[in-house]
């Protein structure tokens, strides 16, 4: 029982780890296309699902 719960908090610290690379390269990615692009788009998105949260976001990110 040990082994197999310390396999999975392996498992899952590797799977957080991999999740939180790819999210930087798609970041670098979108960065390099031009990030004003992309805000405007996910303000289009989510503009009718919660369009004040978003934009807080984006103006901590820019």
């Not at 957080?16 to 790819?22: D, M, T």
């Not at 004003?36 to 807080?56: A, F, T």
């Amino acid at each position: 029982m040990i082994t197999n719960i310390a396999l999975w908090i392996i498992v899952g610290v590797l799977v957080v780890i991999i999740g939180f690379l790819a999210l930087l390269i798609i970041g670098t990615l979108r960065n390099i296309r031009g990030t004003s692009d992309i805000m405007r788009d996910i303000n289009r998105e989510y503009r009718g699902y919660d369009g004040k949260s978003i934009n807080k976001v984006i103006k901590k990110t820019n």
